[in-house]
């Protein structure tokens, strides 16, 4: 979080980003500004400090960081935690890009709106093992509740 949109933004492309162990610079600026703009990251300047982001730019940076690997599987934990009901469509927009190029997007979320909305299949967990299971089109809010424990769950 103390470390800028830029720096956050390239690190896990450093095999990409150097020649002959030196830093490309204008390299990782240009990755940086791409993603900037890609996921209208707010502020626009790569030398903002996450920290100071508000949460749903502070969330988008850090995807848009394993995005740009494009990954085959890509694993989110809460990953609307923090952030307001408009940005979340921007967060959920750049969840569905890698799984509509193919990817496999795993979610933990204990946000049920957030996991019908996002979800082609829904996994209950309990003690470590898989105890229901759902198409995502196909669970209503109360299904799902009953699921994970009904009372409890609320």
Request: hydrophobic share 40%; net charge negative; glycine share 8%.
């Amino acid at each position: 979080m103390e470390h800028s949109t830029l720096e956050n933004t390239v690190v896990p492309s450093l095999d990409v980003l150097t020649s002959r162990s030196v830093l490309m610079r204008s390299e990782m600026a240009e990755m940086c500004d791409r993603k900037i703009a890609a996921l209208n990251i707010l502020p626009p300047d790569p030398q903002k400090e996450v920290g100071r982001m508000s949460g749903g730019n502070q969330q988008k940076v850090p995807l848009g960081k394993w995005i740009e690997k494009n990954p085959q599987v890509l694993i989110l934990d809460e990953p609307t935690v923090g952030v307001d009901v408009g940005a979340k469509a921007e967060v959920f927009a750049t969840i569905r890009a890698p799984r509509d190029e193919g990817a496999a997007v795993i979610e933990v979320s204990s946000n049920l709106e957030e996991v019908m909305t996002l979800s082609d299949r829904i996994l209950v967990f309990n003690n470590g093992r898989i105890t229901a299971s759902f198409d995502g089109g196909d669970v209503d809010n109360d299904t799902l509740v009953d699921a994970i424990g009904g009372e409890e769950a609320a």
